[in-house]
């Protein structure tokens, strides 16, 4: 017999994503793992042979995940209402840089954008977490400050560092 999902259930987060990219947002691979992964399997295209990713992939990679909106234009109101504070940046500083790399990405949406993804470790950064009005999950860790300036933080071990 199937087993229902009821309202009661999505409305009081019983219900997870299905898949890890739907719940935790996006994945990137080192050229080293994805070449691993083509060993194991022959199917998997070589990584030279991957279309580079342009603004709008990594504007989504980086904006939409969990506990944030899918739509990207929801994500600056979403802040505005409930964001309550950040590491070290006053709150309206913090949705300033957010907007400005959304900005960034959108105005190169067709193009391969040059960057890398680098560690914190390895640039000398800092990681700048936003927190919600709400449960800590919810926290994201989108920024990283990098000689005085703040750049798009994909995961608390990856940075992109824009290049070109």
Known sequence: ???????????????????????????????????????????????????????????????????????????????RECLVAADTLDVGDAIQWIEHWLRWFDERAANDVEGTLASPETTGSRIETLYFDGPGTADWTALAEVNGSFVPAF????????GG
């Not at 994805?34 to 603004?55: C, I, M, N, Q």
């Not at 995961?155 to 824009?162: G, K, L, V």
């Open 1 to 79: 017999m199937p087993n229902w999902v009821t309202e009661t259930d999505v409305g009081e987060g019983h219900l997870f994503p299905a898949t890890v990219i739907e719940k935790f947002g996006s994945v990137a691979f080192p050229v080293g793992v994805w070449d691993s992964l083509r060993v194991a399997a022959a199917e998997v295209p070589t990584f030279g042979s991957l279309a580079r990713a342009g603004g709008h992939a990594l504007r989504d990679a980086w904006a939409i995940g969990q506990s944030r909106p899918k739509a990207v234009d929801r994500l600056v109101p979403l802040l």
């Open 155 to 162: 995961s608390p071990n990856h940075i992109f560092i824009p």
